[in-house]
């Protein structure tokens, strides 16, 4: 078996079908033994059939939501393929993209791990690598809450390149991200610590770190679809995103720079989008774009709530399991 591709599902499965499908007709794909799929359910509420999709499709269920690295780490402990493919149930990879993957790390021993270049339904191309964040990032993040950008301070979204050309990248997003297997085993897989988001930021600075560089191929194609699960999900996610931002900080910025300019940065920010997602819920007449502000809103709240009441396990059962 040559490659592992690793699929975690939450209430997606019309997304997950379409992209085991996808996989499946990949040239070199699981027909030829080449490839086996593995699927970490998180406790959905209907599991359809997929007897037909074939031998090399394998589902694992757990009873409840516990989270997207810990389903990928879960995969990872019954996968047989030399490379290790962690794909978005949103995605659909286009027919040469796995085997080309694999061949970028077989060829080049020095890299860590290796992306495909991200593109809508529509080809267009999405600037979806980022660089690592920092407390400069933060400080932007709570003073220009609109997104606005401050070279040499927010440069985190890369915007001054253009994703055509191939280049070494901090963090590719989680959606499509492959590893040789035994750098997998090195790392230890995700850090579980992370319930929702900024997992694979973490995993992407420590693959550097231990592995070597991880190299963006603008020829290898991906279609992503975006925001497969969050869109039904708009208070927890966003809620776990700010939780997440604040772990990883934990994790790689100084106490001291974290409690004198992060911490209170992105309470400002957090409670900025809260207000402004309100005030814009109220200049629609859009019930579905209303409701979804709302949602978000609900979560930067959320967020500022577990600032003053921190037990993990409470936020967990409340928004996770």
């Known amino acids: 078996m040559r490659i592992t591709v690793s699929i975690v599902n939450y209430n997606t499965w019309e997304d997950t079908l379409a992209c085991i499908e996808s996989v499946l007709s990949c040239k070199g794909g699981a027909s030829e033994t ?9 406790g959905s509420t209907a599991l359809p059939s997929i007897t037909a999709l074939g031998e090399h499709v394998f589902v694992h269920r757990s009873n409840r939501n516990v989270g997207f690295g810990t389903g990928h780490n879960s995969n990872f402990g019954r996968c047989k393929g ?39 339904q529509d080809g267009r191309i999405e600037r979806s690598c980022r660089r690592f964040p920092t407390a400069a990032c933060e400080i932007s993040r709570g003073l220009l809450p609109v997104g606005l950008g401050v070279p040499g301070v927010s440069q985190i979204r890369m915007l001054e390149w253009d994703h055509r050309s191939d280049r070494l990248v901090d963090q590719p997003p989680g959606a499509a991200l492959m590893f040789r297997r035994e750098d997998f085993a090195a790392l230890s897989g995700f850090d579980t610590s992370f319930p929702m988001y900024f997992e694979d930021v973490d995993l992407c600075k420590r693959t550097w770190e231990t592995c070597g560089p991880i190299q963006f191929v603008s020829a290898i194609k991906c279609i992503h679809f975006r925001e497969g699960t969050a869109r039904h999900y708009r208070t927890p996610t966003t809620f776990w995103t700010e939780w997440s931002r604040q772990l990883y900080h934990r994790k790689w910025t100084s106490a001291a720079t974290r409690m004198c300019l992060v911490s209170p940065f992105q309470a400002v920010s957090s409670l900025v989008r809260a207000l402004g997602l309100i005030v814009l819920s ?23 709530a577990s600032r003053f009441y921190r037990r993990d396990g409470f936020w967990r059962s409340r928004y996770l399991w």
């Open 34 to 42: 080449a490839v086996e799929i593995l699927v970490h359910d998180n």
């Open 82 to 120: 030399d490379f290790f493919l962690v794909l978005n149930p949103d995605t659909r990879p286009s027919a040469e993209a796995l085997h080309a993957l694999a061949d970028t790390l077989e060829a080049r021993k020095a890299l860590g791990a290796v992306a495909p270049q991200l593109v809508d």
């Open 282 to 304: 109220l200049t629609t007449t859009d019930y579905s774009l209303r409701s979804g502000r709302r949602q978000k809103a609900a979560g930067y709240f959320m967020f500022l």
